[in-house]
């Protein structure tokens, strides 16, 4: 074992090292006379009592001789050298000196016994950490704390799959790279990743990452910290599973949690719709982003690509016992999502692409228990847009009417105006077209002008009749004759509105 993981995680815990601590410990030596230090071998601890350790003169002398030795480092009692001198002295000789509060004989016997059996204390450690990870129980924040703990001189850190940080220390992902292929976070100086361990979700997709950024000091360290990561990994999947179950049994829980999310992410999704303040990150980044660690814990998508939805019971279905059981059939057809009071119905994000989504939403309309139409907006860049594609969604279910999924990628003109409200308009649409209507006999004329509005020509709509195009330019000219003038932009869209809700 090195000075330094000595130090770091072992009997020498808690001791003030001055100097890098590179260097292996084979044997323990107790010096209480100078004139012993001539008979020390290499790669020896040095334990200073008595005389040795009397005063300041005396540490140096014993530095000074340690050096000319090649001794591993020099272990004295606090009190016999100020702190800055014995930064300066181990800096200048090049010697590691240590200062231990506890009786230097009893340090002497620890650091003699993980010397003589440093696999013994190493276990001893991933012992300690199994212990008290079982006591930490099943939160994110009490496991990295005591991660952080037990691996003195290593930070480390729980990340999501694209880098950010879900608990632990920001300093332990330095180096870590995202799965979107980001740059790997700022770290500290002379640090790198000692040890990475993929924490799974229940479908075994990736949770998180567990990363553990530090010097490599000795060449076991790196194995220990990946045993004791290991460790780790079962409480944090029972922290997910604990968070989703919290989730599943109290709706407003988690939609208090969904709209927290997108009211620091999204732009708002009404008029009027508040800001909610930024999250508890510090300016320098370094504390984990709380509401993002159990967003990603309950398995929402909250970066990359994101496709809003919305599910629309057709007989105004309301409440949050109706809602709780709509998220559990959402849960278990769409997949695991945010799910929202949006628009009459239940709204949420995945990040399925449009046309997954849609075969997921059929499944979803034909498991609820009331007849529920679904719409899928367009596919967003990120939570910054899902407020936009939450939008196209509610409408697309408007639109689809009760057991069908619409997208709003695919809606066209005929679509949207098949959405309007044609009890309202009926009386005016009918006024409009008061002309035609007293000329159209058998409606050819009134199906003819709709077709040709919604296709943009005589052509198209001559194949969506099925008749030949010059049918079509003879009707039009019967239109025409009526009063209608088809070429006057505003006229057009009127008639074309006026068309669809007559005809419905």
Same mark, same amino acid.
């Given at each position: 074992m090195t000075v330094a993981e000595l130090v770091d995680a072992g009997p020498l815990a808690g001791a003030r090292m001055y100097g890098t601590g590179e260097n292996p410990v084979h044997r323990v030596r107790i010096v209480d006379e100078l004139s012993v230090l001539s008979t020390v071998t290499p790669h020896t601890a040095v334990v200073l009592i008595g005389a040795a350790a009397g005063g300041g003169w005396a540490v140096e002398m014993a530095m000074r001789r340690a050096w000319?030795?090649?001794a591993a480092c020099v272990i004295a009692p606090s009190g016999g050298l100020s702190a800055g001198s014995g930064a300066v002295l181990a800096e200048r000789l090049g010697v590691t000196l240590i200062f231990v509060d506890e009786d230097p004989l009893v340090t002497a016997v620890r650091v003699a016994s993980a010397a003589s059996r440093p696999e013994a204390a190493r276990t001893q450690l991933v012992a300690r950490c199994a212990t008290r990870l079982a006591e930490a129980g099943t939160s994110a924040r009490r496991v990295l704390g005591v991660l952080n703990a037990e691996l003195p001189g290593t930070s480390v850190a729980f990340v999501d799959p694209y880098g950010e940080l879900l608990?632990?220390?920001?300093?332990?992902a330095a180096g870590h790279r995202p799965r979107d292929g980001g740059p790997a976070p700022e770290g500290r100086a002379g640090g790198g990743v000692l040890a990475e361990v993929a924490v799974p979700d229940r479908d075994g997709d990736a949770l998180g990452t567990l990363v553990a950024g530090g010097a490599a000091r000795s060449p076991g360290w790196p194995s220990v910290v990946r045993a004791v990561l290991g460790l780790a990994v079962a409480p944090l999947v029972a922290w997910a599973a604990a968070e989703r179950l919290s989730a599943s049994r109290d709706f407003v829980h988690q939609e208090s949690l969904?709209?927290?999310?997108?009211?620091?992410?999204?732009?708002?999704?009404?008029?009027?719709?508040?800001?909610? #303040?930024e999250s508890p990150l510090t300016?320098?980044?370094?504390? #984990?982003?709380?509401?993002?660690?159990?967003?990603?814990?309950?398995?929402?998508?909250?970066?990359?690509?994101?496709?809003g939805f919305l599910m629309l019971p057709a007989d105004g279905v309301t409440g949050a016992e109706a809602a709780g059981r709509a998220q559990a059939v959402i849960a278990a057809t769409v997949g695991e999502a945010p799910v929202l009071r949006r628009g009459g119905g239940w709204a949420g994000w995945?990040?399925?692409a449009p046309d997954e989504l849609a075969g997921r939403l059929a499944r979803c309309v034909a498991?609820?228990?009331?007849?529920?139409?679904?719409?899928?907006?367009?596919?967003?860049v990120g939570l910054d847009g899902v407020g936009e594609s939450l939008l196209g969604a509610e409408a697309a279910a408007f639109v689809a009417g009760p057991g069908r999924v619409a997208r709003a990628d695919r809606m066209g003109p005929a679509e949207l105006l098949g959405a309007l409200p044609a009890g309202v308009l009926k009386a005016p649409a009918t006024v409009i077209l008061r002309p035609l209507l007293a000329v159209d006999k058998d409606g050819s004329l009134l199906e003819t002008l709709a077709a040709v509005l919604d296709e943009g020509g005589a052509l198209r709509a001559a194949d969506r009749l099925g008749v030949?195009?010059?049918?079509?330019?003879?009707?039009?000219e019967r239109v025409r004759a009526a009063g209608f003038d088809l070429e006057d932009p505003a006229s057009r869209l009127a008639l074309q509105l006026a068309c669809h809700v007559v005809l419905r």
């Open positions: 000319e030795q090649a608990a632990g220390r920001a300093a332990g969904a709209e927290r999310l997108l009211a620091r992410h999204a732009r708002p999704l009404e008029e009027g719709h508040g800001h909610v #303040p300016a320098d980044g370094e504390e #984990p982003d709380e509401v993002r660690g159990r967003a990603a814990a309950l398995g929402w998508a909250v970066r990359g690509p994101v496709t995945s990040a399925a498991a609820m228990p009331w007849p529920c139409a679904a719409g899928a907006g367009a596919a967003a030949h195009r010059n049918t079509v330019t003879a009707r039009l």
